[in-house]
């Protein structure tokens, strides 16, 4: 790490990290993966999304509570603290409910002794510190923070295009009349773009012999230099969507606070988010998917050098994540899952830049020591052998699970499909194109409609 | 203890989910109520799908006849702060013009 230049407090322990990164990852940088502890079992918690709605990182940062350390930026003298630091008899008891929780309902916590008051006010007052969540923010901080800005009105569009992958900025060169492209990035070009650009700068250029990689990046290139040059397209970046209502209204936020924008038209193409699978302890910290890797690995730099990182699954988004990992200095190991079919020349990159391969293995179990991930243990297929591989990070790249909620807030028709990642467009094809029954003009493309990385480079090819 | 984790927000293990389902819990909404799933910080994003096809494998239907649970606004965690720097005049005023004139609680 050159020239750590901004120093945070960490349960009062200074610590001594880059400008620019997120609180989670200059954690992450001295050793600290866990974040928090869930809230019935005291499972230990890490930045597992690093998009913001795992809930992994929820710390008390500043004297505010659940705030979101992948979200928060460093800055010189910040404080950070597990919120369940302290609390009067958290682990004893964590470890306790652990082994015998699940003979409490769910919810138990709020559900159990509601009435008298007395007894009521008697269990809150036990119950309240076992998970330590539950300390209102300083009062001094939040008397000296300045009350967010009004929110504003971006009038109403031609066309809002949500999301700026791939299919989000087709979407928006191909749409007539005035265009807002809303992307929750800071730069253009898609999530994986950067992930490209670092892959491809690694030593011995591991991108060379993974030719469909570097068409998806040529491709990420030109259609963002594309949508930069357009003048019909407006570009929000850094921006989410906060919520949709019907018939044509999104509510959106950035750094500037909230701000409402209309449209005759809107393309939902927010793309998929990654989907880990139901083995074993599928939950400890340094468990992650290619698009968490993507942002902890490319915007955050967290410091992989020398780190065994086990990159399991199929398809491009496995290949992506072993040539960043390469570039970042870690020790990959390939574990391809029996559906993947690599061809010749990714095998031979996989060879060329050692990186241990296996092959046909699905996931168990995750084993932890000390509250993170040591290792990930396989099912090959035969009976009785358990092969397990040492790592300190597993990247699972299975299929993308498609972002349905503002698509389904505007009336969009889903339907569950498990061979598409979840809930899509109900209409054939895969792609939903027309009218929603308040009367939208609406099209889902993309990740979103369940098209896969793999489909979209089919697409560009042919 | 090694679990397998079906909600992370509300820590609901798939064993739980199936267990509320043998219990009678049989729609994705009277599960999404009882088991928490849903319910948490991530309001699904973590677990909706893995859950209706959990229910789909339990019921031994095809997955296309577990439908979506409501999902409302906000999908991003908000606090009042913000919610209260919305400047709501211009919605305001399509509200209450979507409001029945002679209703004599509302006024004409």
């Known amino acids: 790490m050159a020239d750590p230049a901004v120093t945070i407090l960490f349960e009062g322990q200074p610590l001594a990290c880059r400008p620019g990164q997120s609180v989670a990852a200059a954690l992450w940088d001295h050793g600290v993966k866990v974040l928090s502890h869930s809230p019935k079992y005291g499972r230990p918690r890490g930045a597992s999304c690093a998009r913001g709605h795992c809930m992994g990182c929820l710390m008390r940062i500043d004297g505010v509570p659940n705030v979101r350390a992948c979200h928060t930026p460093v800055h010189e003298g910040l404080r950070v603290a597990r919120q369940d630091a302290g609390a009067a008899y958290g682990r004893p008891m964590q470890s306790a409910l652990s082994g015998t929780g699940h003979l409490l309902p769910v919810g138990f916590y709020y559900k159990w002794f509601t009435k008298p008051a007395a007894l009521s006010k008697l269990f809150m007052r036990i119950i309240r510190p076992v998970t330590g969540i539950g300390r209102l923010p300083d009062e001094a901080a939040w008397r000296a923070a300045p009350p967010p800005p009004r929110s504003r009105d971006l009038g109403r569009w031609d066309t809002v295009v949500v999301g700026g992958g791939a299919a989000g900025m087709a979407a928006a060169l191909a749409a007539e009349g005035r265009t807002l492209l809303i992307d929750d990035a800071a730069h253009g070009g898609g999530q994986r773009r950067e992930a490209l650009d670092l892959a491809a700068a690694g030593d011995g250029d591991p991108l060379a012999g993974l030719h469909r990689l570097r068409r998806l990046r040529a491709l990420l290139h030109e259609r963002d230099a594309l949508v930069a040059a357009a003048p019909h397209v407006t570009r929000a970046p850094s921006t989410t969507v906060v919520g949709c209502y019907q018939p044509d209204m999104l509510l959106l936020r950035d750094a500037a606070g909230l701000s409402v924008a209309r449209a005759d038209r809107i393309v939902w193409a927010a793309g998929a988010l990654d989907q880990l699978g139901l083995f074993d302890d599928h939950d400890l910290p340094g468990i992650l ?11 955050d730099g967290i410091d992989l050098r020398g780190r065994a990182v086990v990159v399991w699954g199929h398809g491009p988004d496995q290949w992506l994540c072993a040539a960043l990992l390469h570039a970042r200095g870690a020790r990959v190991v390939l574990a391809l899952d029996p559906t993947a079919a690599p061809d010749e020349n990714a095998l031979a990159t996989a060879r060329r830049l050692g990186w241990q391969l296996r092959t046909g293995l699905r996931p168990l179990a995750a084993l932890g020591r000390a509250g993170s991930l040591a290792a990930l243990r396989f099912d090959d297929g035969r009976n009785g052998t358990r092969p397990e591989s040492a790592c300190e990070i597993a990247v699972i790249c299975g299929r993308g699970k498609p972002v349905y909620d503002g698509a389904y807030q505007l009336g969009a028709d889903l339907v569950l499909d498990p061979l598409r990642g979840g809930y899509v467009p109900r209409a054939a094809g895969g792609r939903w194109d027309g009218r929603t029954p308040a009367g939208l003009n609406l099209t889902i493309a993309g990740e979103a409609a369940g098209a896969t990385l793999a489909d979209l480079l089919e697409e560009v090819t042919a | 203890m090694s679990k397998r984790i079906l909600c992370r927000c509300e820590d609901v293990t798939i ?22 799933v849903g319910t948490g910080f991530c309001q699904g994003k973590g677990c909706l799908c893995e859950s209706a096809l959990e229910l789909a494998r339990l019921r031994g239907v095809d997955p296309a006849q577990i439908p979506l649970t409501n999902i409302r606004p906000p999908i991003e965690p908000l606090t009042f702060e913000e919610l209260a720097s919305l400047d709501l005049p211009p919605l305001m005023g399509e509200l209450e013009a979507a409001l029945p004139r002679t209703d004599p609680e509302v006024g004409p």
């Open chain 2, 15 to 36: 064993e739980e989910f199936g267990k509320a389902y043998r219990d009678g819990f049989a729609e994705m909404e009277a599960l999404k109520r009882f088991t928490g």
């Open chain 1, 289 to 299: 998917g290619p698009r968490a890797l993507y942002r902890l690995a490319g915007r």
